[in-house]
């Protein structure tokens, strides 16, 4: 490829499951790489495996998250073809937004739009599946826009819930739904060109 493979950003804030699927994915075509791991958190897992595959970090604290002149700043010397949310807790600035506008791309624990929304992450999603005596639960990769859990649909993923499965269960299945589909969408996105650039 004329101009080098394309670029992924990952944005993580938790033990990076999911970066490392990304990563590990991106590494084994030619055309696709994650050229850093930006994160939130300095005790999360997520650096450990980044670090042990050879994928650069970025911390940051989460005010500088809303300085123009720092992520952003990161980002638009980093030029990433696509940023990627993988278990990223903090709400993306409509400054980054704007800039990177439809390159943002971010996977919700549920069927989206039930169950998303501020507030709605992690064992929260899962608890509230399991309090609504949902029979099916799910993965939803959508892109980012201004609002929680609102962007366009990009791809969805179903997985039954039983009477018996606790929130635990629940989490799990979905984990299992994330690792088989995140990275494969994500990177047919940047073969396709389809988020926009």
Partial sequence: MLNGPKKIIVFA????????QIILQAQ?????KVSAVYCNNPTAGVIQRA????VPVRLFEN??????E????????????????????????????????????NI?????????GKGMYGMHVHKAVKASGAEKTGITIHYVNAAY??????????????????????ARKVQELEHEHFAPVVLNLLKQDTHGQ
């Fill in 108 to 116: 919700h624990p549920a069927i989206l739009p039930d169950f998303g």
């Fill in 28 to 32: 084994a075509c030619a055309w696709a």
């Fill in 149 to 170: 859990d609102e962007g366009d649909i990009i791809f969805q993923a179903e997985t039954r819930v039983s009477s018996d499965d606790q929130p635990e269960d629940i």
């Fill in 63 to 68: 005010q500088q998250l809303n300085d123009t």
């Fill in 13 to 20: 804030s938790g033990s990076g499951s999911n970066a490392e």
């Fill in 70 to 105: 720092f992520v952003l700043a990161w980002l638009q010397q980093d030029a990433p073809d696509l940023i990627i949310l993988a278990g990223f807790l903090r709400k993306i600035p409509e400054f980054i937004i704007r800039a990177f506008s439809r390159s943002i791309v």
């Fill in 51 to 54: 670090e042990r595959l050879g």
